[in-house]
């Protein structure tokens, strides 16, 4: 008689060899090892909750390392029922502003550049304070006004404290039931802090997706959203800033946002028009809206929701664990049958996934390299081009105002100076950072290709070599955030000495105008200069940032997928020489059998979610 999980001829059954094939099926709500005692309920809450903790308890059994505080994490909040929101979105759209907002109080840092540089999450509890959980391993207690110096890239640049969470407990009704979570915004020009934001997703339920007004949804953040979507098992859309918009085209807005996010998401997603600033500020703000998603359509289905969510991040962990204990079972099988050889020669595909990612890595360098230096390029060509046309307008400017003393009329054409120097820095901006951001989506989408193929060949490699059909879970979709930058035009025009300034604001008549005329247009190269350095400088610090970015994810990306494999091969080579060979194929098919159930059973667990909100309140009604 065969050994389990191979066939009569001793080779390993594709049918059974895969978590993928426990998990593809359809599986009615009444199977048994999902819903035991509960099947053929419709009301299947209560006993979905009991299940689904008895299934992270297995996994759990079977896990260690990472995967084990991952699992613990995920049970402890299925126990506690607390269903995690995240509110994301680019940089400085306000999402801080709108966490404080359905807060009823500023209790999050905000500012006018990217402030939040780490996930803040926040939960009912009293009294209220600030728990750190520190990456060495211990918690400290602070008080709540000690968070903008451990969540801000002021007060924790490069997160130097050492912080692994942070978790404000405030005594707030909203948080009865679930964790609000401000993030860093994507796009920031702090590579730590938009992969900071992007790690948090794999930890996500819900989603308060957050856009503004004025601009209106971006391409960038479309694609962001396609990563939201595939995460997250609830969604809402918040256009903030609304109070930016004139009355009359807030409608438009409004359409034309929940067109570009249903067709996005492939759904209908609830669409919020606020103003988190007039929240705060006591006024008509439309923030009452999104609190009742939260806290009654969210309620209505949370534990629907919250099993879906917890199943497929549990699912994703156990479909890993099972590749490599398929590996492992493999490796040695073949190693005590003299074809050691094979797996020798796997081996050196993974080995060859890790010289790929180094030169995915220099394809990067290079890459970012010929933009800066095309940036730098443009920066110096434009500022010559674009200081000719404005000098032109001024005096042009200048000429055509009527008789005026010259201190009026330097005080009148200084502010018009100011502003056409702005409009010209914001498009050359708009510009350069839409050329940028194509250049990195290009890049971004080949790594992300050359990714799968590196993972698609170890899966042909597992077929070919070993017999073995491996799932492989890993994120998909792109590596990086958009890039979005922000700069301050702060910078006074009229910079001359006091006595100078002071004479030619009271020369008489045409020696007046003339001396007026003269030192704006001086004043124009200088101002474009640094004002156009300041946008050449955040360009080139998110395109450094984007190289250090995108290293993380490829790491992130391969190190999933391949870290369970690298670990079960060398777990097979160190049992080549086991003297008991039956045992060892024993415990290892009892534990491939295991996670195949489990696979199987997380996807029954999840099923009630795929139902929609109001079937679930029918199917509530009817129990």
Known sequence: ???PGLSAGGRRDHRLSSAAQAVGPAVNRG???ANGPCSGTRNGEACVRTDLDGLLARALAVADGDDHV??????RRWRERRLRVLVVGEAKRGKSTLVNALLGRPVVPTGV????ALPTIVRRGRPERLQVDHLDGHTAQHPLADLPDLVTETGNPDNIRGVADLVVHLDAVLLDDLDLVDTPGVGSVFARSAAATTTALDTMDAAVFVVSADPPISGNERAFLTEVRDRSVALACVINKIDNVLAADRDEVVAFTTGVVTETVHREVPVF???????LAGGDSGIGALRRWLTEDLRARRGH???ASVAGHTARIVGRLHDAALLRRRAAELTAAQAGDRVELFA???DAVAQQRRDDLDIAAATVARMLGELNAAAAADTVRLAGRLRRAVARHVDAQPAARAAELEDRCRAHTVQLIRAEVDRWRDQRERVITAELAALDERLAGAIAAHLAAVRDA?????DLDLVMPAPAGPLLPPVRVSYDFAEPIGTTVAWSAALRRHLPGRWGRSAVRAHLLDEVDPLLGKQLGRVRSALQQALRASTDALGAAIDDRVGEATGGLRTALAAARATADDADTAALMRALDARIAELAALAADLAVAALPARTDSSSLRDENKGV
């Open 273 to 279: 028009p606020v103003s988190a600033r007039q929240a």
């Open 305 to 307: 929701d919250l099993a």
């Open 462 to 466: 597992a077929r070919e070599l070993l």
């Open 113 to 116: 550049t990217p402030v939040t």
């Open 348 to 350: 050196q595909r993974l």
């Open 31 to 33: 199977h048994p090892s």
């Open 70 to 75: 991952r699992l613990a994490a995920l049970r």
């Open 1 to 3: 008689m065969a050994e």
